[in-house]
């Protein structure tokens, strides 16, 4: 199992962000150039926010989300992403902990066309877009958190990923993200 805890280059060169975003894979299923790859995108699509401070992002394989969204949402089921606010009232320097799917980002990058690397990276934006104070557990509120994280998505070079060219998501289930 790959235990790597940090991104092994934090600041990549020519990245200005006062965001640090670290990326542990304990799916053992990224390669550390994926990772990098991760934590750099993330680090831009932040600082393109205007956010600073920190966000973990641990990567587990859908066992180990179906335990996690059990504990902390009473659902036993598996799910995309969970986001850990750990800021007192949610205000100042991000202090973030999330935790993305990988089997759920294998799954729909294969239906959807993309590299799992670009569904992660989603799953984290996503992450970070909570604590800037999005919600998606309506469906107006989900339409514009979404094409809000496509918008970060594309300005950092990226591109759509939410509603791309194959067009839009399922509608979001109960409980889908906390």
């Known amino acids: ?38 934590g750099h995108h993330l680090q831009v699509a932040a600082a393109h926010l205007g956010l600073s401070g920190e966000v973990r992002v641990v990567s587990v394989r859908d066992s180990d989300m179906s335990a996690a969204h059990a504990r902390y949402m009473d659902d036993p089921t598996t799910t995309d992403v969970l986001t850990f606010d750990l800021r007192d009232g949610g205000e100042g320097p991000l202090d973030t902990d999330i935790l993305v799917c990988v089997d759920e980002a294998e799954r729909q990058a294969r239906e959807r066309g993309h590299e799992a690397r670009r569904e992660l990276l989603l799953y984290a934006v996503h992450g970070v877009m909570h604590c800037t104070g999005h919600d998606d557990h309506d469906q107006g509120d989900y339409e514009k958190m979404h094409e809000a994280e496509d918008a970060v998505l594309e300005a950092i070079g990226v591109g759509a990923t939410f509603h791309d060219a194959r067009g839009s998501r399922p509608e979001p289930g109960p409980g889908a993200h906390p």
């Open 1 to 38: 199992m790959n235990r790597s805890k940090t991104n092994p280059n934090p600041r990549p060169a020519g990245a200005d962000t006062p965001v640090r975003a670290t990326w542990e894979d304990r799916s053992g299923r990224l390669s550390d150039p994926d990772r990098v790859w991760l």
